[in-house]
């Protein structure tokens, strides 16, 4: 395999996160509801109040996985970073691109101080939750997600 890059995404490389996003979406079986937009995301991660990062792996310029976090906070533990998403195109998995951007995620929180990660992950996608399971992560059915719509 081609060397896989790993770096901070740009908004030069939004349409290719999106479409990474959509095929999330697609795995997930639930497309339809996408309702976020290239603009959109441009606003949110790159405006005058950006309120996620995009950490992408490339491979011969490329885009074929991305991790998008956010920050959050704890009136427990104090700072943290949230993972919202780590997606690896369907025919790079296998790869160890999951890897390498996990652990870029972990970094990226060691260094802003972050004194936990938080991600969601479905109780079906077994191989996702093996994947964590190999960094100790705690899979907890403790708390139930709560949301709204605007």
């Not at 025919?91 to 936990?116: D, W």
């Amino acid at each position: 395999m081609k060397e896989v890059i790993i770096r901070p995404g740009t908004k030069h490389d939004t349409q290719q996160v999106f479409n990474l996003i959509y095929e999330l979406a697609v795995f997930e079986k639930a497309p339809e509801q996408v309702t976020n937009t290239v603009e959109q995301m441009l606003i949110d991660g790159y405006g005058d109040e950006p309120c996620y990062k995009v950490i992408v792996a490339e491979v011969e310029n490329k885009i074929v996985g991305i991790a998008l976090t956010f920050i959050k906070y704890s009136t427990w533990k104090g700072k943290g970073v949230f993972l919202e998403d780590l997606i690896v195109t369907e025919n790079m998995r296998g790869h160890k691109i999951g890897k390498l951007l996990f652990e870029e995620v972990i970094s990226y929180s060691k260094s802003i101080n972050a004194k936990q990660l938080h991600w969601q992950v479905l109780d079906w996608n077994t191989p996702a939750i093996d994947f964590y399971k190999k960094y100790n992560a705690e899979i907890s059915g403790e708390w139930l997600n709560c949301k709204m719509y605007f």
